[in-house]
């Protein structure tokens, strides 16, 4: 692997997105924008975002851990 190559993979992983943001971009315009509105409002909890979404066959944690980490900023998207 060439040193250009080495910078840009790295670089690539810095970038990454999370799962909750590759749910966002699979999501259809209306439903990311509901998702979005979700994650915004703190009455909603991770665990029933999950949730949700689990039942809904994404492939996400249903314990919410990754959507807190998303909400805290402290996920790989970040
Ligand atoms: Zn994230």
Do not use: F, W
Request: hydrophobic fraction near 40%.
């Amino acid at each position: 692997m060439s040193l250009l190559d080495e910078i840009s993979a790295a670089s690539k992983m810095r970038n990454r997105t999370c799962i909750v943001v590759d749910i966002l971009d699979e999501l259809a315009a209306e439903d990311a924008r509901e998702l979005q509105v979700a994650l915004d409002d703190r009455a909603m909890t991770h665990t029933a975002i999950a949730r949700v979404l689990a039942a809904r066959g994404y492939p996400i944690n249903p314990s919410g851990k990754q959507v807190a980490a998303h909400r805290r900023g402290t996920c790989s998207c970040r």
